[in-house]
């Protein structure tokens, strides 16, 4: 896939995911990885600071988004495209768990694309709570 195509892709899956703000900022460094001052300066007068530090911290409880230290010691944000291109499998991967393990392992699998990463018995507390509540009609 181009390069230029693959990342309007990316920036569609994470703008129908998480929405136009985390949207925003994951398209920023889908144009280029870098530090916290580079993205804020790149995102000058449109975000703000604490948005863009809740955006990124969604993206990492995604794995969307990679950070590392450089030999300066500043943290260097990256995305992961392929993690990305992952979202549009999800509905997919669920129906497929439905059909092999039943609706609990479909609830189970539907919490973590939703919370992105989760411990065990935060996905069995959200879970049992899903299915606590009763069905709208």
Request: hydrophobic share 40%.
């Amino acid at each position: 896939m181009a390069g230029h195509f693959e990342a309007e892709l990316c920036q569609v899956l994470i703008e129908e995911h998480f929405g136009k703000t985390v949207a925003l900022v994951a398209s920023t460094l889908l144009t280029e990885p870098g530090p916290l001052p580079s993205i804020m300066y790149r995102l000058k007068g449109q975000v703000k600071f604490t948005t863009v530090r809740k955006s990124l911290a969604i993206l990492i409880q995604h794995s969307v988004v990679n950070f590392k230290v450089d030999s300066s010691g500043r943290l260097i944000y990256t995305v992961d495209r392929k993690a990305i291109l992952a979202f549009s499998k999800a509905p997919r991967c669920c129906l497929i768990v439905k059909t092999l393990y039943g609706g609990l392992a479909e609830a189970i699998c539907e919490e973590l694309f939703s919370y992105g990463r989760l411990t065990c018995s935060d996905t069995i507390r959200k879970v049992s709570a899903r299915l606590e509540q009763p069905l709208a009609d």
